[in-house]
């Protein structure tokens, strides 16, 4: 990438300076370049080679807040996008806790989030990655089909200034490989997917990716369709990421100060199990979602949620925190340079427990090891607390996994599904996700299916 | 201010030629110049009023089963160029020499007619519509604790340009609300959603009550306060009219998209001319259907949009298709080439989705279904295309008995499988409606689309609640 984060701290640096007496500015300005490559058959179906860049300009003036954003970082184009934001301020309501985020105090834990390596990988490797993913993916079982085997990274700069005296840029970069598979047997199709993930291609595991992929179409062939019951079930790890991802809103301290979290009223009391200890922590390096700073450039850090199954604290943003009287818990996140940041778990992780999958099994007579969701966002309400979600997995009988079965719901509330929670494995899985996955036994839950 | 005067045709014609340069068999530039505003409102308060700015090219480049892609948001000639050699070098690696390309201007092909430019329009008009939003959905009860509401437009015209001499523009407008309400009960907070959108100017919302639409919503909410756990197990499914019709979207939809098909992805591959759903069933997919959340006057790849015939009285007739599935199997496209942006590769994408009508009273549906779950609205959802599983999200739904809608119901999942659904549709209305706007998904781009059905009968659908 051309310039780097001095150029983008340059431009944030002369938004601000355009400030007007009485007016709030805050700029980001930010650049990613991305490779995307998808194999099939062997062959290269696409490669996509692109940058994109761009600004986001807040200005409060009075309690009244406007933004803007365009796509391109040209002079003229970033004055035009201030003017545009300046523009919109007449029209918001005003507000007596809008307002820019200022330096807390709290200092920045380094992270390593930029790889040379990464950086300095041929296209040619690129393509020869995803190609050695399809054919590991292809000779794990004769009943396997590629749908795809996929490359991609990206590298991110990025920079923010506020007329608040906040200055910081930000530079990291990644990489996935990705694949989708089919199994077939007779008239049957069931599909899977598997994934490595890195801060650079040096740290993919791409004969785990193959071989998960192959046993999540495989272990699905023959199943049945379960008798609608209640059960106790167990989340495999990546399902139980999916879960606190959910769990996460109910958590926002903006949902909370707009009276829209179903915990709005309970912090200092047992809102879960006494074994759950929920904590979100992006100093973690081992996070995938790890970061130096949220995204109002404040400090990342630890925040401990729910402890001992007592509510602690929600997490915060500078708006929310003044909203309720707290301060930011430097939760603040930020999509991009298309949007002002919003309020959100950064890295959450359940305390793990001290037995693995095979024994919180061994204990069950009759349940379900549930090992894929669908319908997380259509069928869980997160404020009335309604939780039911599409599923596939294995019948747990006396202690043992048996048959495959598929096309069932489990559904529960949230309350109900915390305090239900009887036990919490070791098998912490650091997922692409903003939350860690753990497997995690849950009773009386209700399996709808024949 | 016209997409033809960003890029002049002579331009592109070069661009083109350096795009072929190493030897592609097809190249094509895509330029899209979009404005757009947002407005939030939320807890009482405009929070913020949102102006955005895209702009940029996306140009590939096709040699043999590869696709070269690059975008880039300068769209001088220089810009352009570094594009298109990019597309060239991830096509291929060959050389292929110098490619002349003619351009020749199509017809322009408008379906929905603009009176009022949103871009023309005030903020303050816009802002207004939330206002009212606000204070109808909340002088609908005491109960009503939250509304959120946004407003979000835009005006955008895109230029098509490629080698086999296409140049082809449209400009696409659109605007939307979507209004979220919460209410508070003793058994907690329950909550209400609608939505309205169309491809008309700023006009729709003469024709459109916004305030009803909230008190729709609140509505909503204050029905859910006394609802009941949703059942759990199988049972006969009625489906309102205007509320299902992204159910056919996802259930089947997709799966007649070519490029799934090619790929052995669908459980519709090499059922084309066989009976595939209740004699019942036609569906159509429709970009010219004038003013809907999908209509387009020409797709992504500059080729018009179609009213296309999915399935006919239950057979299924033909797939959906883009430019590069067509070329493999040597047809005609058929309008559905879409992409979310310059940033995208376009791909196989429905537009406007339905099912026709069929000749039941609607309310005689519910007299001939003793037992089961009527479904006033439903949520998002989600299918695997691979085996035609899916689930969606009841967000209005009603316990029916003795023929009749009883309870309301707290939200669940629904679940089942799309060919099954498709057979199992035993009761059609006579009442045909449009549904909300959506947002399509489909490898990470989204692309705005509508759906629509009369009121139907499912015999058989699981319902993910925890009652018995």
């Given at each position: ?5 001095d ?7 002369r ?6 007496p009485g ?10 370049a ?30 009244r ?16 996008v201030?003017a545009?934001?300046?523009d919109?301020v007449?029209f ?8 820019l985020?200022?330096?807390?105090g ?24 995803a ?8 000779a ?7 749908d ?8 991110s700069e ?32 069931q ?12 740290e993919?595991?791409?004969?785990k ?9 495989t ?20 399902i ?6 959910v ?12 009276g ?8 200092g009391?047992?809102?879960a199990?006494?074994?759950?200890t929920l ?16 995204g ?5 850090r630890?925040?401990?949620?729910i402890?001992?199954?007592v ?13 309720v ?9 930020r ?11 950064l ?5 793990p ?16 090891l ?9 069928g ?24 495959p079965?598929r ?7 949230l ?8 036990e ?5 899985d650091?997922?692409p996700?903003?939350?860690?996955g ?13 | ?53 895209d702009?940029g ?7 043999g ?9 300068d769209l ?15 096509a291929?690696?060959?050389?292929g ?22 871009d ?33 437009d ?13 140049l ?14 919460v209410a508070?009960g003793?058994?907690?907070?329950q909550?209400?959603?609608q ?8 006009e729709?919302?003469?024709k459109i009550?916004?305030?009803e ?13 006394t ?14 009219r ?17 490029d799934?098909?090619?790929?052995g992805?669908?459980?519709?591959r090499g ?5 595939v ?13 004038s ?5 387009i ?15 006919e009285d ?11 599935r067509a ?8 309008g559905?080439?879409r ?8 791909m196989v994408?429905?537009?406007n989705?339905?099912?026709?009508d ?20 439903l949520?998002?959802g989600q ?13 209005e739904?009603?316990l029916?008995e ?27 209305g ?5 549904g ?23 015999k058989?659908l699981t ?6």
């Amino acid at each position: 990438m051309s310039g780097g984060v001095d150029e983008l701290q340059a431009i944030a640096d002369r938004v601000v300076a355009m400030a007007q007496p009485g007016e709030h500015v805050e700029a980001f300005v930010s650049r990613d370049a991305e490779t995307d490559v998808r194999i099939y058959e062997g062959e290269v179906e696409h490669f996509v080679a692109a940058q994109t860049e761009g600004v986001g300009i807040r200005v409060i003036r009075d309690g009244r807040t406007g933004f803007a954003y365009a796509g391109v970082l040209d002079e003229s184009a970033v004055a035009e996008v201030l003017a545009e934001a300046r523009d919109n301020v007449q029209f918001g309501t005003p507000d007596e806790w809008a307002g820019l985020a200022e330096f807390d105090g709290v200092d920045v834990i380094e992270q390593e989030l930029w790889s040379d390596a990464l950086a300095d990988y041929s296209t040619d490797r690129k393509i020869e990655l995803a190609k050695e993913l399809e054919r590991l993916t292809l000779a794990t079982d004769p009943r396997i089909r590629v749908d795809d085997a996929n490359y991609a990274d990206v590298a991110s700069e990025s920079a923010v200034a506020t007329t608040t005296g906040i200055r910081r840029t930000g530079r990291e970069n990644g990489c996935y490989v990705v694949v989708s598979t089919m199994a077939d047997d007779a008239d049957e199709t069931q599909t899977g997917f598997g994934f490595s993930v890195g801060r650079s291609p040096d740290e993919f595991d791409l004969a785990k990716a193959a071989q998960e992929a192959s046993d999540r179409a495989t272990r699905l062939l023959g199943a049945t369709k379960p008798k609608t019951k209640r059960t106790t079930v167990v989340l495999d790890p990546y399902i139980t990421a999916s879960f606190l991802g959910v769990i996460s809103s109910t958590l926002n301290g903006e949902s909370v100060a707009k009276g829209r979290s179903l915990f709005k009223d309970r912090l200092g009391e047992g809102v879960a199990n006494s074994i759950v200890t929920l904590v979100d922590d992006p100093t973690n390096p081992k996070a995938y979602t790890a970061t130096e700073l949220d995204g109002e450039g404040l400090a990342a850090r630890r925040n401990v949620l729910i402890d001992g199954g007592v509510l602690q604290q929600f997490v915060h943003s500078s708006y929310s925190a003044r909203r309720v009287g707290t301060r930011s818990t430097g939760n603040a996140i930020r999509g991009g340079f298309k949007g002002t940041p919003g309020v959100g778990c950064l890295a959450l992780q359940l305390l793990p427990g001290t037995r693995d999958q095979q024994a919180l099994i061994a204990d069950i007579d009759d349940g379900v090891l549930v090992q894929s969701v669908s319908g997380l966002h259509s069928g869980v309400n997160a404020i009335s607390g309604d939780f039911s979600v599409g599923a596939s997995g294995l019948q747990i009988t006396k202690g043992q996994v048996a048959g495959p079965i598929r096309e069932f719901t489990i559904a529960s509330t949230l309350q109900r599904m915390l305090h239900d929670v009887v036990e919490i494995g070791n098998d912490v899985d650091w997922l692409p996700m903003r939350a860690a996955g753990v497997s995690l036994v849950i009773r009386d839950v209700t399996l709808s299916g024949a | 201010m016209s997409v033809q005067d960003v890029v002049e045709p002579d331009l592109l014609e070069r661009v083109l030629g350096a795009a072929m340069r190493t030897g592609g068999e097809f190249a094509e530039v895509f330029i899209e110049d979009k404005r757009s505003t947002m407005a939030g409102l939320d807890d009482g308060r405009i929070e913020q009023v949102t102006s955005g700015r895209d702009r940029g090219a996306g140009i590939r480049v096709i040699k043999g089963d590869t696709t070269g892609f690059a975008h880039t948001a300068d769209l001088s000639e220089a810009g352009l160029r570094a594009a298109a050699e990019a597309a060239a070098a991830a096509a291929s690696q060959g050389t292929g020499g110098a490619n002349v390309v003619a351009l020749t201007r199509q017809p322009e092909h408008r379906v929905s007619p603009v009176e009022r430019y949103n871009d023309e329009v005030s903020k303050t008009e816009k802002v207004a519509l939330l206002q009212r939003i606000d204070d109808a959905a909340r002088s609908s009860g005491a109960a009503i604790v939250q509304v959120s509401a946004g407003y979000g437009d835009a005006r955008k015209r895109i230029m098509i340009a490629n080698t086999h001499g296409l140049l082809a523009t449209d400009e696409q407008v659109r605007q939307n609300v979507r209004i979220s309400v919460v209410a508070n009960g003793d058994a907690g907070m329950q909550t209400g959603f609608q939505s309205a959108g169309h491809t008309f100017g700023f006009e729709m919302f003469d024709k459109i009550d916004v305030e009803e639409l909230a008190r729709d919503a609140a509505r909503q909410a204050l029905v859910k306060l006394t609802a009941r756990p949703a059942p759990s197990g199988t049972m006969p499914v009625v489906i309102k009219r205007g509320s299902g019709g992204v159910l056919f979207h996802e259930a089947c939809g997709h799966g007649l998209e070519a490029d799934l098909i090619a790929k052995g992805g669908s459980v519709f591959r090499g059922k084309t001319g066989e009976l595939v759903a209740s004699p019942l069933v036609t569906l159509v997919d429709d970009g010219t259907m004038s003013g809907e959340w999908g209509a387009i006057g020409i797709d992504d790849e500059g080729h018009p949009s179609q009213y296309n015939v999915l399935i006919e009285d239950g057979v299924l007739t033909d797939y959906m298709w883009d430019y590069l599935r067509a070329r493999k199997e040597g047809r005609e496209q058929s309008g559905n080439g879409r992409r979310q942006s310059y940033m995208h590769l376009p791909m196989v994408r429905m537009t406007n989705t339905f099912v026709l009508d069929g000749n039941e009273d609607p309310d005689d549906i519910l007299r001939n279904t003793e037992h089961g779950v009527f479904i006033a609205q439903l949520g998002g959802g989600q299918v695997n295309t691979a085996t035609g599983d899916f689930v969606f999200g009841m967000t209005e739904a009603y316990l029916i008995e003795d023929g009749e809608i009883t309870e309301p119901l707290r939200d669940g999942n629904l679940l089942g499988n799309g060919p099954q659904v498709l057979r199992d549709i035993d009761l059609l209305g006579n009442d045909f409606a449009m549904g909300n706007p959506g947002t399509c998904g489909k490898d990470g781009q989204g692309v705005p689309v509508g759906d629509g059905q009369p009121t139907l009968r499912v015999k058989a659908l699981t319902i993910g609640g925890t009652a018995a």
